[in-house]
C-alpha cells in the first residue's frame, strides 16, 4: 500500500495551503491571529526622562559634594514640586533643591537622580505645603538612579512588532501602547465539520445495534474552535454518493472542509470519490503513520476561493492525530503564520514500549517534570478508536518505524497536544 | 517594608476563592471549562464486538486445522453476508464460511479473527454476489486477531471522566461517545478591569506631555479572556477617591475585579484606602516577588456574591507577573479546578545572570529545545514597565532571592505564560 512520509505530506500542505486574506480589525478583536503588519511605533517609551519609584527627583551633586567634603550629617533639601504621574513639573531644579516625584512622573529638568522616599524622612513645617526633605544619612546617590530616561524601552518609528506574530495579552499591551488601535491581521479560517457513516447517531440519541454515536464530529468541531477558527457544523451524512455530494458541496464554502470517516479501504469509502466529482482535486492519500493512515487532502479551487479538504479516519484518534500535525498547519498558513513545525519536545520515557511495523506511531502520553528531567509516559491505550487514551493524554509520544524495544530512561520526541 | 512571601499568597487566593455554582450547558458550551461532576458510561464501547480493519471474519479454527496438517495450499472459504458498518450481521458462522465485514462492524456470531483484505482474493462467480474468498497462502491467523471486543475500552456504568478535568476537544469526543449532550460544568467566572491613573489616556488618543496610553486595561482584558473568564471593561478612573469608589462599585457585579495601579506608595496611590470603604476586606498587601511587589488582594463577602479584588501594580509586567501567578490560581478555583500550581519547567540557563535583591526575580523569557535539552533564554528587559520584552518572552525564568551569579548551563525554574 503507497503511502507518503509524513514530512511530505506536511510540505504538501503548506505549499497548497494560501494566506487568506488579511483585514483591519479593533484591537480587541486581534486576540489569538497574526499581524498582518509590521508595528512601527508613534511614541517614544517612555515619553520623557520618569522616576521608576515614588520619591524625590534631585541633582546628584548636591550628595557627592557633601560626600567629598566627608560630612556625615543628612542632607537636607527644600521642596520646590509635588509632581505626580500625569502631571508635568514646571519648575527646573536647582542646586539645594528637590522636586517630590511619584513612580512614571516625569523628571523636572536637571534632575538626574531619584531618591525612595524610604530613604528620607519629611520635615514639614505648620501651614507650609512644600518644605524639607532630610535624606538618611550617608546615602550614595548617583547619576541615572532610580529614573529611565526618555525612548530607552522603544524609539519613535522603532519596528516592535513582525508580520506574522501570534497576538498574544503581552501584544495586544504592547499595540495599546505604541497606539494601535486597530490592527491588520491575518483572516479569520472558517472550518466546515462533515461525519459520514451509516453506523453514526446523534450524540443525543441512543445507539441502536451496530450503531455508534458521532464523536468526531462535536471533536472536531471543538478543535478547530480551539484553533481559533470559525466552524460550520455539517453533521452526519449516511454513506451515500448523492448525499456526501450534496453536503460536500455546503461545506465547500468553509475554507477548510474536514470529512470524518470514508477514506479506508471499504466498500462504503465513497469519500475520494465523490470528492473527485465535485471538482475536489487530490494532493495525498494515505500518509506512513499510526493511526492516521487513511488520510486524504486534496483542494477545491475551482470557485471563488479555494477550499482544502482534509478527509480524516474515521476512528477519533487517528482523525485527531491528522488534525493535530497537518490541519494545525493549513490552519496556521491560512491565518499569515510561517507554518513552522510545533516544536518536539525530548523526553525519557517512563516505561518500557515495543515499537513494531512500517509506519511512526503517535501513541497518546502525559508529560510531567521530575526534578529537572522531563518524563513522558505512554497511556494505555487500545488503538485508533479509543478516545479514552486520549482524554487522559496531554501529548504524542513518536515511536520511529521498524521494530525496536525502548527501554525505561531512553530519550524520545513527544508533541503536545495543540487544541487544549 | 513587609511582604509575604509567593507561597502564601497563593495559600491566601486558594483559601478565599471559592468553586462558582456549577450549571448545566450543552456539550459543545463546555469547551474551555472544568466538569463539576464524575460521568459514566451509559454504554459499552465498542458496543458490540467489532472487526478492526476492512476485510473478512472468520473461525480461526478454520486456519488452524490447515495449518496443523501442514497444507501449503491457501484457505478458501465460502462468503455467506457482507455488512457494513451500521449494519448487523444475520447468519451466524459455521465451519468453512467467512462474511465480509468493514472496519468499525459487528462481527457474526462464531467468529473469533478478522484478516484483512489485503491477505485475500475474491473469486467472483458470474452474477453470483456471494462467493468464495481465497487467503493468502501460509497465513497465520489467530484467535482475536484484528478485533475488539464489546467493552473492551469502556464499560457501560464505567466512570470516564472525574469532576474537575478540563474539557477540551478530546474530553468533548469522549462525553459525546459516552451520551452526555448536556454536561454540568463549573461556573463562567466574570472578569472586571479597571486602569486608574491621572497620567493614563485611551489607546486610540495621542498621550499629552506627562501621559501615556492605557496599555494595561486592554492587556488585562485579553488575559482574562485568554484564562476562559468574561470580562467587563470598566475602563480609566483618575486619582479621585469619589471617583474610584462609585467605578469600584460597578466592578462589584463581577466575580473577580482587577484595578490596576493606585496600590503603591505614592500620594494618589487611593486605592486600598477606597477598596476599605466600600468593605472589601484586604487579605493581604505586597508580595515578596520582582517585579509585582505592590500587590493587594481582598475580597468583598457583603452582597449577594464574593468578589476577589486584586489591585495590581500599575506597571505592566509587574501586573501581567501577579495576574499569572495569582489571578490564575483564582480563576482555576472559581471554575471548578483544584487550583495547584502551574507546574514549573528546568532548564538550562542560556546565559550568565546576575541575581540580586530580597525577592525572587520572574525575568521574561523564551524556551527552546537543543537536541534533549531545554533552554532558557532571558530576553533583554527594562524592568516592569517595559512591554516590549513581554512580547518577546513566553515564559519566566526565576532566580530565587539573595545576590548571587548564574553561570550558563545552570539549570533554573520557569513557568510558562498560561495565557497565550
Keep these: 500500500m503507497f503511502m507518503i512520509a509524513i514530512e511530505t505530506a506536511l510540505a504538501h500542505v503548506r505549499q497548497t495551503a494560501r494566506p487568506l486574506p488579511a483585514e483591519k480589525v479593533p484591537l480587541a478583536d486581534a486576540l489569538g491571529r497574526r499581524l498582518a503588519e509590521d508595528i512601527a511605533s508613534d511614541c517614544d517609551v517612555p515619553p520623557h526622562d520618569k522616576a521608576l519609584v515614588d520619591g524625590y527627583a534631585v541633582r546628584s551633586a548636591d550628595f557627592q559634594h557633601r560626600a567629598a567634603r566627608e560630612e556625615p550629617a543628612a542632607v537636607e533639601l527644600a521642596v520646590i514640586e509635588e509632581v505626580t ?8 531644579l536647582t542646586s539645594g533643591h528637590a522636586t517630590r516625584i511619584m513612580t512614571g512622573a516625569p523628571l523636572p529638568p536637571n534632575a538626574d537622580a531619584v531618591v525612595m522616599v524610604e530613604d528620607t524622612s519629611w520635615q514639614a513645617e505648620d501651614g507650609v505645603r512644600l518644605g524639607v526633605v532630610r535624606f538618611r544619612a550617608g546615602l550614595n546617590v548617583q547619576p541615572d538612579m532610580n529614573l529611565m530616561r526618555r525612548a530607552t524601552s522603544i524609539r519613535r518609528g522603532q519596528i516592535v512588532l513582525h508580520a506574522g506574530s501570534m497576538v498574544r495579552p503581552a501584544e495586544i499591551g504592547l499595540l495599546a501602547e505604541v497606539g494601535v488601535s486597530q490592527v491588520r491581521v491575518g483572516g479569520h479560517p472558517r472550518v466546515a465539520v462533515l461525519s459520514t457513516g451509516n453506523e453514526l447517531v446523534e450524540m443525543g440519541l441512543t445507539p441502536g445495534s451496530g450503531q455508534i454515536r458521532n464523536s468526531n464530529g462535536p471533536m472536531f468541531l471543538a478543535w478547530a474552535k480551539r484553533m481559533g477558527a470559525a466552524t460550520l457544523d455539517l453533521g452526519i451524512v449516511r454513506d451515500h454518493r448523492d448525499a456526501i455530494q450534496g453536503r460536500v458541496k455546503e461545506g465547500l464554502a468553509a475554507d477548510i472542509l474536514l470529512i470524518s470517516g470514508g477514506v479506508s479501504a471499504g466498500v462504503l469509502d465513497l469519500v475520494p470519490h465523490v470528492l473527485q ?79 513494531r511495523g512500517n509506519r511512526p506511531t503517535y501513541h497518546p502520553a502525559k508529560l510531567r517534570m521530575e526534578g529537572s528531567t522531563t518524563i513522558v509516559e505512554t497511556v494505555a491505550w487500545l488503538g485508533s478508536s479509543d478516545l479514552r487514551a486520549l482524554a487522559e493524554a496531554d501529548c504524542w509520544a513518536i515511536f520511529p518505524p521498524g521494530e525496536r524495544h525502548f527501554q525505561p530512561g531512553e530519550t524520545i520526541g513527544c508533541r503536545r497536544f495543540m487544541a487544549r
Tied chains: 1, 2.
Design 277 to 355: 466529482q465535485v471538482g475536489v482535486r487530490e494532493i495525498f492519500h494515505k500518509v506512513q503513520l499510526r493511526p492516521g493512515r487513511p488520510l486524504w487532502f486534496g483542494i477545491h479551487d475551482e470557485g471563488a476561493k479555494p477550499t482544502l479538504v482534509f478527509g480524516l479516519p474515521g476512528n477519533p484518534v487517528g482523525g485527531m492525530v491528522c488534525c493535530e500535525l497537518f490541519v494545525a498547519a493549513a490552519l496556521k498558513r491560512l491565518m499569515g503564520g510561517d507554518a513552522a513545525e510545533a516544536p518536539v519536545i525530548m523526553a525519557s520515557l517512563a516505561s518500557a514500549y515495543h515499537q
Design 85 to 92: 504621574a500625569g502631571a508635568v513639573p514646571t519648575v527646573p
